[in-house]
């Protein structure tokens, strides 16, 4: 129902990177950040990815990948997570080190390489509690401040506003918490509705005190016509692709921060 303005394109090529830098970096956008899968079963063996193809075919071969940043975020939600903590420091960070955060493109914030985290559930599972999360963490930042960083940004995933789940992604010893979307928003609002309804969320979220930090998620929907067919919370009317319906909500997060 709705063709990119690109055209359908294949996201593996260089030049549609070029592209999507062009635009991103003329519309003041400074990076992106992309979905990182590892193989499905791979788990305590040497790291194979899944759809990998737009960081390693399209960006790291884009002409002018030196004019944006990139972050990732470990999709640990939906493919493999690890197996236990050997396995994340003898096959996941060192991966990920060498081939990400060392890249002369990577998002590096205060010399700390920034890390998106999912699903933190999921990771809990993984090691077995908040505390050996938590230890992991500290291990992390210790690896990264031994390979010449200052340490490590970990922002993890969470699109709620419970305080009790936000305190236990701190205890994992998490900086900040991102949104990937909202599912507050009413199926079918009219705009005025969803506008209000994802200011009061920013609001919850802004309201913390002394709880995690938010970095603030300006929703643009997310449509997954692709993969499902039923009708659920993302696919109320994209009114915040329109330019005035997401002006609004920019004007509102911005007088909340």
Not at 70 to 90: C, H, K, P, T, Y
Not at 129 to 137: G, I, Q
Request: proline share 5%; aromatic share 14%.
């Amino acid at each position: 129902e709705r063709r990119p303005a690109l055209g359908y394109y294949d996201e593996s090529l260089p030049e549609v990177m070029d592209w999507q830098i062009k635009w991103a970096v003329e519309h003041g956008m400074t990076f992106f950040m992309f979905c990182w899968y590892r193989a499905h079963g791979t788990e305590g063996q040497p790291i194979s990815q899944h759809l990998d193809h737009a960081i390693h075919e399209g960006f790291f071969n884009a002409r002018y990948a030196c004019e944006m940043q990139f972050a990732i975020m470990w999709e640990n939600g939906n493919l493999a997570g690890v197996s236990d903590r050997a396995d994340l420091e003898q096959n996941l960070f060192p991966y990920w080190m060498e081939t990400y955060f060392k890249h002369p493109s990577y998002l590096v914030i205060d010399n700390k390489p920034v890390l998106y985290v999912y699903d933190m559930n999921r990771f809990i599972k993984d090691l077995g509690s908040e505390a050996a999360v938590k230890d992991a963490t500290d291990w992390m930042r210790a690896a990264a401040v031994e390979a010449g960083f200052d340490g490590l940004h970990l922002i993890a995933e969470y699109r709620g506003d419970d305080l009790g789940v936000v305190e236990r992604i701190k205890a994992c010893g998490i900086d900040y918490t991102f949104a990937y979307c909202f599912h507050t928003v009413p199926e079918n609002a009219e705009e005025d509705v969803a506008v209000e309804t994802l200011r009061e969320t920013h609001a919850r979220r802004f309201g913390r005190g002394d709880a995690l930090p938010d970095v603030p998620t300006l929703a643009v929907g997310w449509a997954p016509e692709p993969w499902e067919t039923y009708v659920n919370y993302h696919r109320s009317p994209h009114w915040w692709l329109q330019p005035e319906g997401y002006a609004r909500q920019a004007r509102n997060l911005r007088a909340l921060m």
